[in-house]
């Protein structure tokens, strides 16, 4: 029995050793942080029924490599795309007045701030300047290779130089990961 309860603590352990935490806050909290301590910032717009969205969580965001380098590199927000939050952003509220408490575990109305940011499908994660202003909307499930990619390119403002297609097709042919998978 003891060597049993041995075994499963140091599962256990090792779980929560290889699994690492993004550091999460409200987009209010990221542009106030932004004031002392210019970074992008990074808001995964998921929903709550979303099965790629909840494949994003547990396989790309909870990666060392991953959370690492957007706790070291951005704020991290999480958005309820179809939630019932009330988000103060750039001087407008935005809530979700279509919402319905009984669709709370499905789909529900999209929030206002999906509609600001043009969100249509999820997970979408959108990358904002250290202004608040819209980078790029990258949509779909990303492996922690796939996201690395999007990550550095923002982060380094890569992206700045890029005008065509054609100049991030270069870029992603030349772009060598580093992030375990």
Not at 104 to 116: E, F, G, I, M, V
Not at 138 to 154: D, M, R
Not at 155 to 169: C, E, I, L, R, Y
Request: glycine content about 4%; hydrophobic content about 35%.
């Amino acid at each position: 029995m003891k060597k049993g309860l041995l075994v499963i603590a140091i599962l256990f352990f090792v779980a929560n050793v290889s699994a690492q935490e993004i550091n999460w806050v409200t987009l209010e909290q990221a542009v106030e942080l932004q004031k002392k301590t210019p970074k992008k910032i990074m808001i995964d717009a998921y929903t709550i029924w979303c099965g790629p969205c909840k494949m994003l969580d547990k396989n790309t965001f909870q990666n060392k490599d991953v959370a690492d380098y957007i706790n070291k590199n951005y704020y991290a927000v999480k958005f309820n795309a179809e939630g019932n939050e009330t988000i103060n952003f750039k001087g407008n509220t935005f809530s979700n007045p279509g919402y319905n408490p009984a669709n709370a575990k499905r789909r529900n109305s999209p929030h206002q701030l999906s509609t600001y940011f043009s969100v249509r499908s999820y997970p979408t994660i959108l990358f904002l300047d250290e202004s608040g202003e819209l980078l790029s909307p990258v949509i779909g499930y990303k492996t922690p290779q796939q996201l690395e990619l999007y990550l550095k390119l923002f982060n380094n403002n890569d992206h700045a130089g890029m005008k065509t297609q054609s100049d991030f097709s270069t870029y992603q042919k030349a772009f060598k990961p580093e992030f375990s998978n």
